[in-house]
C-alpha cells in the first residue's frame, strides 16, 4: 500500500507507475479508457538474447535493500534481482506465479496458517554461493521488522503473525509464528485469519530470501547496510566485488545490473534476455529525457512518464513506442471528514456532485491517462467489477463526470444551507504539491469547491512535506487535500481500501487514511473482510464496502490512472502488467 | 601576512559554523518534510516511525542533535548518513566532486579567456561596431537564463534529440579517470552553457573598468614614455583593471565548485549541485548540511585566497 507520489519537477521523485503527466487536453466525456500503444506481454516477443538496456530514470529507488523497497521503479529493479517466494508474470497484474515456492500457498480452512514449499535449488550469487533455503525467507521477514530496515508494509501484511510484537519489542530473537520444519517448508502462524491477504503479500520483495549469516552484520548497523552489500537470487544481481559489497549502484546516478553467475534458468520463470542493464538516474528534465528514449537505441524509461508535449507526439507519430497499463492505483481529493464543515455527509455529497473531474483529469492529460474513478476499488483489481466497475456503484453525486450543480444544491440543502451555498466565512485549508500538473489539479480543485461558496485557502508545499507534515498528520488540521492517491501493492482489494478508509488505521503520523473516515459499519465490515479465504469471496466482500465507502463520499475519486511508458524502437519492452512498468526480465533488444 | 592569514583562517572556521548552524535552524522552521516518517515507508507500524526517529536521534532536541553532529564532524570528519539511503554523506560527496570540480573548472577557463578577450578588445576599441556588437551580445548572454540556454544547446546540438547533432548531450557525463577523451566531449557543452552569462559578465565589467583606467594618468605617461601599445594595456591598464574581476572570480568559482544546479540538473551531471538538489526535496538534512558547508567552504577559502592574491596582483594592498 502506499501513496502515490506526484511528480513535481524534483522528484519525481519517485512517482513511477502512476506519473503520467498531462497531454494537453481536448477532454472527451468518454468514460473508457483510450488504448494507444499496445500493452506488450511476453508472448509478443521476438528480442534476442544479449545486449544491454538503459533504463533512463528522473531519481533514484526509494530503498535498494529489498526489505525495504516499495515503489514500482524500486520493484522493477528488485523483481529482476530477487525472487520472493511468488511474483508475476508479465501478462498477468492479478494472479501472482510460484516463484521461490513450487506451488500456491496453502492457506487453511481458519485462514490463521499460510504454508509454503519453496524449490530446494534456487542459489544466491557469491559470495554467499549456496542453495536459498525456508530459514533464510523467515529471517528476510524478520529483518523487514527491524528498525534499521524500515519496511513499510510488514506491519500491514505481517503484523499478524505471532510473535512479531515480542520480536519488535526485543524480547524475542525470532519470531515464533514462523516454522521452518524443513529446509523447503516455511508455515506462517496467525493470531487472526488472515491468511488470505497474508498469501498474497508474500508476492511482495520482503519474502525474497536473506541469508542471516551474511546479512545480519549489516543489518546491526544502523541503518542496514544490506542493500550495499545485498546478494540475489534472481538472474540479475547488482555489480559487486568479490566480497559482495555493491559497486554497481551509486545513489541518485546509476544502478547497473549484471547477471548472476548461479542463477539457473531450469528453476525460473524468467527470460533474461539483456546481458546487463544500467539504470541512469538524474535525468529531471523528463521531456529531454523522453526524447533520448525516443530517439535513441536501447533504452526504456524508468520511473517517469513522458510529459504532455512528448506524449502527444507519441500517440500522434509512432504509437508503438508508448504502452499504456492500468496502474491500479487512483487520485482524488480527500475531505476531512473529522471537521466543518465536511463532517456534514450531505456537504461532502454536494461537493462530490459538483466537482467537475473531467477538468481535473485534464489536467494530468485527460482520458488518454486513464478513467474518471466512480469508486475507489481501480479496474484490474479483484472486487472492481462487483463494486460496479467503469460506471460506478450507482450513488447520483458521481453521476455527472462535468459536475451537477443543481443536484450539488439540493445536497447543500439538505445539509443545513438553505441558499445551496456555504455561508461560512471562514478560510478551509487546503495543502497541495507545489509545481507541475500536481499543483494544476489543486487550483483546480480549489476553483470546484468555490462553486459552492467554500473558500478554500491553497497552501502549496513539496509532495513530501504535503504528506509527512500534513495532509497524513491528523492534528495538522488539514480540511482538504486535493493531491493524495493510492496505488495497490497486489491485486487483493483489501490493499485498497483498508490503509484508507479504515477509521481503526487513522494514527498520528503516516496516516494514510486522509479523510480520517472512522465509521463503524464500515469498519466492522472491513474486519471481517480480512479474515474472508479465497478470491471470489474477498472480492466480493471489499467490493461491498467500496459501495459502503462511496456512499459516505470521503473523498472525491477523479481519475483510474493508466501508466505511460515509452521505448526506444530497437527495444521488444515488456510491460509487466503488476508493476505497470518495464519486466526487466523479460524486456529484450531486436 | 602569516598574521593576517591566520586570522582570515579562524574566521573561516568561524563562519563555517555559523554556516552549517543557520542550515540547521533553517531545517527545523521551515515546513520540511519528516525525516523518521519518510524513512519507514507508506504504511509503516507508528512505533516503526518513533523507533527510527529514535534511531536517528530525531526525537532529541535540535541543539543536542547539532551538537553531536558537529562532534562527529570536528572529531571525526564524519558528516552522517543519508536518511534517503544510509550511504555515508561524506562518501556521496566525495563521489560527486570530481564532477562539480570538472564542470566548474572548465567553465571558469573558458569564460576568464572569453570574458578577459572579449573585453579587452571592446576597451581598446571603445565605440566601434566590435564594441557595440560584442556588448550587445554579452548583455544577451546575462540575460539569457542558464536552465532555457542549456535546453536550446541540447535541442540544437546534441547528438541524440539534436538539429544539429554535434555533441554529446544529456547524460553524457563521463568521469575523467574513465575516458579523458570522452570527459572532454561530454563537457564541452555544459561548460559553453554554463560560460556564457559569466563570461558575458566579466567581459562588460572589464570593459568599464579598462576604459576608466586607459584614461588615467599613470597610462598617458606610460605612453608618453613610448611604450608599446599592448604593453600599455596588458601590463599597466589591464594589471589595475582586472582586480575586480579577481574578487567575483573567487566568488563564482567557490558557489560553482559548491555546485552548479541548473547546469548538472540540465545535463544531468552528477555532481554536488544535483545532490543538493535531490537533498532539499527529500528533507536530507545531513546531507542538506554537507553540501552546505562544503559550498560555504569553497566560497570562504576562495576568498581568502583572493584577498592573499590581491596583496600580489595590487602594491597598494601590499604597504596597506
Known sequence: ?590 | MIRYILRRLLWVVFLLFAVSLITFVIFYLLPSADPAALRAGRQPNPALVESIRHQLGLDQPWYVQYGRYMKNLVFHFDFGFSYQNGVPVRQLIFSRLPASISLAAGAAVLWLVVGIGVGVIAAVRPRTKLDRASMGLALVGISAPVYWLGLVALYLFSADIGLIPILPGANSYVPLSEDPAAWFTSLIMPWCVLAVSFAAFYSRLLRGNLTEVLSEDYIRTARAKGLSERRVVFRHGLRSAITPIVTIFGLDLGILLGGAILTETVFNIPGIGRLSYASIVRSDLPVIQGTVLLGAFFIVFANLLVDIFYAFLDPRVRYQ
Not at chain 1, 515456492?101 to 509454503?116: E, I, L, M
Not at chain 1, 480549489?446 to 485557502?457: D, I, M, N, T, V
Request: net charge negative.
Open chain 1, 1 to 590: 500500500m502506499k501513496p502515490i507520489r506526484v511528480c513535481s519537477a524534483a522528484l519525481l521523485a519517485l512517482l513511477v507507475s502512476l506519473t503520467v503527466a498531462a497531454c494537453g487536453s481536448s477532454d472527451s466525456s468518454s468514460e473508457a479508457p483510450a488504448k494507444v500503444g499496445a500493452v506488450p506481454t511476453e508472448q509478443s516477443l521476438t528480442g534476442k538474447t544479449g545486449g544491454k538496456l538503459t533504463v533512463i530514470a528522473s531519481s533514484d529507488v526509494d530503498y535498494i535493500d529489498p526489505g525495504a523497497a516499495y515503489y514500482q521503479f524500486t520493484f522493477m529493479v528488485t523483481y529482476a534481482t530477487q525472487r520472493p517466494l511468488y511474483s508475476f508474470g508479465p501478462d498477468d497484474a492479478i494472479d501472482a506465479v510460484p516463484d521461490l515456492a513450487t506451488q500456491a500457498p496453502d492457506v487453511s480452512s481458519d485462514g490463521k496458517t499460510v504454508t509454503v514449499k519453496i524449490k530446494p535449488d534456487v542459489k544466491f550469487s557469491p559470495p554467499v554461493n549456496r542453495a536459498a533455503t525456508s530459514a533464510d525467507v523467515k529471517y528476510a521477514v524478520e529483518r523487514a521488522f527491524l528498525p534499521t530496515v524500515g519496511n513499510g508494509y510488514a506491519g500491514a501484511y505481517f503484523g499478524d503473525i505471532i510473535g512479531v510484537q515480542e520480536f519488535q519489542d526485543g524480547k524475542a530473537k525470532e519470531i515464533s509464528g514462523i516454522d521452518t520444519p524443513d529446509d523447503t517448508t516455511i508455515v506462517f502462524n496467525l493470531s487472526r485469519g488472515s491468511g488470505g491477504v497474508v498469501a498474497g503479500a508474500l508476492a511482495l520483495p520482503i519474502s525474497a530470501p536473506v541469508p542471516q549469516e551474511y546479512a545480519a552484520k549489516f543489518d546491526a548497523k544502523n541503518p542496514s547496510t544490506y542493500g550495499m552489500n545485498q546478494v540475489a537470487t534472481g538472474p540479475y544481481m547488482i555489480e559487486a566485488d568479490a566480497d559482495g559489497a555493491v559497486t554497481g549502484y551509486e545513489p541518485g546516478k546509476k544502478i547497473d545490473l549484471v547477471r548472476n553467475p548461479n542463477w539457473d534458468s531450469a528453476t525460473d520463470y524468467r527470460k533474461a534476455y539483456l546481458d546487463t542493464i544500467n539504470v541512469e538516474e538524474g535525468n529531471e528534465d523528463t521531456t529531454v529525457a523522453s526524447r533520448q528514449i525516443l530517439s535513441g537505441t536501447a533504452q526504456v524509461n524508468g520511473d517517469f512518464g513522458p510529459p504532455p508535449p512528448v506524449l502527444k507526439q507519441v500517440v500522434g507519430s509512432t504509437p508503438d513506442q508508448l504502452a499504456l497499463t492500468p496502474s491500479g492505483g487512483l487520485r482524488y481529493v480527500a475531505l476531512n471528514t473529522t471537521m466543518a464543515p465536511f463532517d456534514n455527509l450531505d456537504v461532502r455529497k454536494a461537493v462530490l456532485a459538483v466537482f467537475d473531474r473531467e477538468a481535473m483529469r485534464a489536467t494530468r492529460g485527460g482520458p488518454l491517462l486513464g478513467p474518471i474513478a466512480n469508486h475507489f476499488i481501480p479496474p484490474e483489481m479483484g472486487g472492481f467489477d462487483e463494486a460496479g466497475g467503469l460506471t460506478g456503484t450507482g450513488v447520483d453525486f458521481l453521476k455527472y463526470p462535468k459536475g451537477n450543480l443543481a443536484l450539488a444544491k439540493e445536497y447543500m440543502k439538505k445539509g443545513g444551507f438553505p441558499s445551496g451555498l456555504y455561508t461560512g466565512t471562514e478560510d478551509l485549508l487546503m495543502v497541495g504539491t507545489s509545481g507541475g500538473v500536481a499543483q494544476k489539479s489543486a487550483e483546480v480543485a480549489a476553483a470546484q469547491l468555490e462553486k459552492l461558496g467554500f473558500k478554500p485557502k491553497l497552501r502549496l508545499v513539496t509532495q513530501d512535506a504535503m504528506y509527512t507534515k500534513f495532509c497524513s498528520v491528523p492534528k495538522a488540521k488539514v480540511i482538504i487535500c486535493p493531491n493524495v492517491g493510492w496505488l495497490k501493492d497486489f491485486a487483493d482489494p483489501q490493499t485498497i481500501l483498508d490503509p484508507t478508509f479504515n477509521g481503526q488505521n487513522i494514527v498520528d503520523v503516516n496516516n494514510s487514511n486522509w479523510p480520517q473516515l472512522n465509521v463503524e459499519a464500515i469498519n466492522s465490515a472491513m474486519d471481517k473482510a480480512a479474515l474472508v479465504v479465497g478470491a471470489d469471496a474477498r472480492n466480493q466482500a471489499w467490493a461491498d464496502i467500496d459501495r459502503q465507502v462511496t456512499a459516505q463520499a470521503p473523498a472525491v475519486p477523479w481519475i483510474w490512472d493508466d501508466t505511460a511508458n515509452i521505448r526506444s524502437v530497437d527495444v521488444v519492452g515488456v510491460i509487466n502488467k503488476f508493476n505497470g512498468n518495464w519486466d526487466l526480465s523479460f524486456t529484450s533488444l531486436k
